[in-house]
């Protein structure tokens, strides 16, 4: 076997590692997270789950950044810090997590929204259909503007009715 062949099968593997790893945290997550949660909570939990299952050794495998836990009209990267007690989940929450494994620097990364109040289901069936759309839009010869266009015109082709009030999907911009 060639050099370059056994480099990309070690590759490889440490993508499949960090991978399977990510894969059981976010299925343990998503079950464990529950309303009354602190933010903090939820991401220590997240992190030392993660940390175990990559058999944390510095800066070879763990966790690849901060988890970030935003809650409501705050989209994304926010990360609860020490001592942040005061922040916790609710039952009428939108709940974004974003966590990610490394092995060796090779980073497996995703993210994931929570709500428990059933008025929130059409918005995560949104932001689901329009990932898949992304997914099967996506390719070797694929041009990113036109998958973003594709996800952005399935996520707003929904509607979320809130309090008999309804208001249209909208896509993030300069996230």
């Not at 960090?18 to 299925?27: F, G, L, N, T, Y």
């Not at 070797?140 to 999907?169: F, H």
Request: aromatic share 6%.
């Amino acid at each position: 076997m060639k050099e370059k062949d056994m480099l990309m099968d070690v590759q490889i593997q440490q993508l499949r590692k960090a991978a399977e790893c990510h894969r059981q945290v976010r299925k343990w997550t998503q079950s464990y997270i529950k309303p009354g949660m602190r933010l903090i909570d939820i991401c220590e939990k997240l992190e030392d789950l993660n940390r175990y299952l990559a058999k944390e050794n510095g800066l070879h495998c763990g966790i690849a950044f901060p988890t970030g836990c935003s809650l409501n009209h705050v989209a994304a990267h926010y990360t609860p810090n020490p001592g942040d007690n005061d922040i916790v989940l609710g039952y009428d929450d939108v709940c974004k997590i974003d966590y990610g494994t490394q092995v060796e620097g090779r980073i497996i990364d995703c993210a994931f929204t929570v709500a428990f109040n059933p008025t929130y289901d059409n918005l995560l069936k949104a932001a689901q259909d329009a990932t898949n759309e992304g997914i099967k839009e996506a390719g070797i010869d694929a041009r990113l503007g036109e998958i973003g266009a594709s996800i952005q015109e399935v996520m707003e082709s929904y509607e979320v009715e809130i309090k008999g009030k309804t208001y249209p999907v909208k896509s993030i911009r300069n996230l």
